[in-house]
């Protein structure tokens, strides 16, 4: 281990540093159970495996919808989609936890969440993945750019999601509405148990106002094509 591996690591107890050849070694990592990861030494570690269980109340609030919706594939860098769990001790740093991992990546996590939300907030009878082959009449194409851990300055991190979000009219893959969600939730210490809590709890409010600015965006659009005299309607895209 060299000498700014070291420093970094007793700077920061339980991160592994994400170096350059680490990070291919990371990317590399298949999670499939609580099997062996490479640690950050030349040995091997045992990985505690999280799979956060997000379930979301349904808002009063949310409007009935009587369109169809497809969830697009998640776009994501591969750092970000690893299946490490991402920490950033300084603006220019990115680590992981050592001895820690997702169970799955960010970007099936964010879709699994919102899949599960729509389909439970009784608002939308038809919603699925786009590769189910559902004949949807809105798609919701999303970029998940952080899920990290984030100090940024404090003595405790704060799970950092950020994802933009367009709603497209598959009609004539118009953009319907776009929007940058971002939440930034402070864990209850500098543990990895308690940075997965906050991700719970920040995927958890992040998808809350994505389903609810879906419904509600959706249904304003909805209402403006609904007035356009079918003469003037654009073809469908192929």
């Known amino acids: 281990m060299n000498t700014a591996f070291r420093a970094a690591s007793a700077a920061h107890p339980g991160i592994a540093v994400l170096a350059r050849a680490a990070l291919v070694a990371a990317l590399a990592v298949s999670v499939t159970g609580c099997g062996l990861l490479g640690g950050g030494g030349g040995g091997r570690e045992r990985a505690t495996i999280y799979a956060p269980d997000v379930r979301v109340a349904p808002d009063p609030s949310w409007p009935r919808v009587d369109w169809q919706l497809a969830i697009g594939s998640a776009a994501a860098s591969r750092v970000t989609d690893s299946p490490r769990i991402n920490v950033r001790p300084t603006p220019s740093e990115l680590e992981v936890y050592a001895g820690a991992a997702w169970a799955q990546p960010a970007t099936d996590m964010l879709e699994d969440t919102l899949l599960r ?46 994802v933009a979000a367009k709603l497209l009219y598959n009609r004539d893959q118009r953009v319907a509405a776009s929007r940058t969600f971002l939440q930034a939730v402070p864990a209850g210490g500098t543990d990895v148990g308690a940075v997965v809590a906050a991700f719970e709890r920040g995927l958890a409010a992040l998808t809350a106002d994505m389903v609810g600015w879906t419904l509600s965006s959706g249904n304003a659009d909805a209402a403006g094509t609904a007035a356009v005299p079918a003469s003037r309607r654009a073809p469908p895209a192929n």
């Open 117 to 162: 939300a729509f389909e439970d907030s009784g608002r939308i009878d038809a919603v699925a993945r786009s590769e189910s082959g559902i004949r949807s009449d809105y798609k919701l194409v999303l970029d998940l750019r952080r899920f990290e851990s984030d100090y940024a300055g404090a003595a405790v991190p704060s799970a950092t999601i950020e």
